[in-house]
């Protein structure tokens, strides 16, 4: 059974850094894609970062600079180091892995947490 753990966040000031955490049982994240998810306040879940499974990244332009997505594959964690973070970061961040495409596609999703940005 697969299962993704989300830790690591909590209130911080405009500009400040966080660093989220993604635990991964079940699954060997050095054969997958892991990818964070931000869901803002009331608006649709978008992905801001991926890494996969050969260590190349990808970023939502929104984040790019700025956040850095990371693993260690002894521990079987994907962390995000969110910098210079600004208010509209505020929201719910996931972690999330999936296999297959189109209506085969299978998504593994971490219970979410919460960031809040604010002065």
């Known amino acids: 059974q697969v299962q993704l753990v989300e830790s690591g966040g909590g209130l911080v000031p405009p500009g400040g850094s966080l660093r989220l955490s993604c635990k991964a049982f079940?699954?060997?994240?050095?054969?997958?894609?892991i990818n964070w998810y931000h869901q803002a306040p009331g608006k649709d879940r978008n992905m801001v970062a991926e890494?996969?499974?050969?260590?190349?990244?990808n970023y939502d332009d929104s984040v790019r600079g700025r956040f850095a997505i990371s693993r260690d594959i002894i521990t079987n964690t994907v962390y995000l180091q969110m910098n210079s973070l600004k208010a509209e970061d505020t929201g719910v961040y996931f972690c999330?892995?999936?296999?297959?495409?189109?209506?085969?596609?299978?998504?593994?999703w971490g219970q979410g947490t919460r960031v809040t940005v604010s002065s």
């Open positions: 079940g699954l060997a994240i050095a054969d997958y894609a």
């Open positions: 999330n892995s999936h296999y297959g495409k189109g209506v085969g596609r299978v998504d593994y």
């Open positions: 890494i996969y499974d050969t260590g190349d990244t």
